[in-house]
C-alpha cells in the first residue's frame, strides 16, 4: 500500500511540474516561422494608438495576416467619395480578390457631414502599414475610435496559449482569443430611426419599428436592453456578428420594439448610441 501512494505522489508531482512547464514555455526564437493561417486573433482598444500597435507587433515578428473594424471619418465631401473609393482601391492590402472599396465600405452619411471608411486592410507587412499611416496623415482621416477593432496575426505554431495570455499584458490589448473561438461578438449599435407614434394607449402593446446599423455583412439582430427612470425609458440596441470573414458593407437593419406604458402622461423613450448621444422621442399615453 505504502508503494502504491509513494508512486501516485511521484506521478502528481511530475505531472504538476509538466504542467506548470507548459504554461510558462518561452516563445520560439526569431528563426521559428510564422504559421500562413490565421491562429491568434487580439481585440484592440479603441482609443489604442495604431503607430504603437505596429511597432509592437512588429517587435514581436508577427505576421499581421488580416486587420477588422478599424473605421475612419473623413472630411471628404459627398462628392469626393467616388475618388476617394478609386484612390483605396489602388492600396494592395486593401483591394485584394474579392475584397475591395466599395460605396458599402465608403460612404457619406449627411447628418454628421462626414464620409467613413470601413475597409478590412490584409498583409499588412511594414510597407503596407507605412503606406496606411501615409494615407491617414495624408487624407487628414480622424480614428472613429469604436470597439470593434480587432487583428488576425500568424505566429508560430504551437505557442498560442502561450501568446493568448502573454499579450494581455500590452495596454493597447483588449482581449486575446485564438482564431476558431472569436468568431462571435456582439457590439452596442447606432440607431437610425424608430416610429414612434404621437400617442397610445395604457396597458397596450405599441409596436415601434427600430431601423439600426450593422458594420458588415455579418451582422444581425441581437437583442435590446433597456432602463426606466421615471418617465423615460433608455434603449440600448445590440448587433449580433457572427462569422470571421463578412464583407465590410454597412447593413441598414430593422426590428420591432414592443412598447407597453402602465400608466398615461408624456413618455420619453430614447435610444442610446454608442457615442453617449440619444435618439429621442416622445409619446403621449392616454
Excluded at 48 to 70: H, P, S, T, W, Y
Excluded at 94 to 105: E, N, R
Excluded at 120 to 136: G, R, S
Excluded at 233 to 239: G, L, P
Amino acid at each position: 500500500m505504502s508503494k502504491i501512494l509513494t508512486l501516485s505522489i511521484v506521478v502528481f508531482f511530475l505531472f504538476s511540474c509538466s504542467s506548470e512547464n507548459a504554461e510558462t514555455t518561452p516563445p520560439p526564437t526569431d528563426k521559428t516561422k510564422n504559421s500562413e493561417k490565421v491562429n491568434l486573433a487580439i481585440g484592440i482598444k479603441k482609443d489604442a494608438d495604431i503607430r504603437e500597435v505596429f511597432k509592437v507587433l512588429n517587435e514581436l515578428k508577427f505576421d499581421i495576416l488580416q486587420m477588422n473594424g478599424f473605421f475612419f471619418k473623413s472630411d471628404i465631401p459627398k462628392s469626393g467619395v467616388e475618388d476617394l473609393i478609386n484612390t483605396l482601391n489602388e492600396k494592395p492590402y486593401i483591394k485584394t480578390g474579392a475584397w475591395a472599396a466599395t460605396p458599402g465600405s465608403v460612404y457619406y452619411i449627411e447628418s454628421e457631414n462626414k464620409t467613413f471608411i470601413g475597409n478590412i486592410f490584409f498583409d499588412m507587412n511594414v510597407a503596407n502599414q507605412n503606406d496606411l499611416l501615409d494615407l491617414i496623415a495624408s487624407l487628414k482621416l480622424q480614428d472613429g475610435s469604436i470597439d470593434t477593432k480587432n487583428i488576425y496575426l500568424g505566429i508560430p505554431e504551437g505557442t498560442q496559449t502561450y501568446w493568448k495570455t502573454k499579450m494581455k499584458e500590452y495596454s493597447f490589448v483588449k482581449w486575446t482569443e485564438t482564431f476558431d473561438q472569436v468568431c462571435l461578438s456582439y457590439q452596442h449599435t447606432s440607431v437610425i430611426s424608430a416610429d414612434v407614434p404621437a400617442s397610445g394607449q395604457v396597458n397596450q402593446t405599441i409596436p415601434i419599428k427600430i431601423k439600426y446599423i450593422a458594420l458588415n455583412g455579418c451582422g444581425t439582430f441581437g437583442g435590446v436592453s433597456e432602463t426606466n427612470l421615471g418617465n423615460i425609458k433608455t434603449i440600448t440596441v445590440k448587433a449580433k456578428y457572427e462569422g470571421c470573414f463578412c464583407t465590410m458593407n454597412i447593413l441598414n437593419l430593422e426590428t420591432t420594439y414592443n412598447f407597453v406604458a402602465t400608466s398615461t402622461g408624456n413618455k420619453t423613450i430614447r435610444f442610446l448610441q454608442p457615442d453617449g448621444k440619444y435618439l429621442t422621442y416622445t409619446i403621449a399615453i392616454k
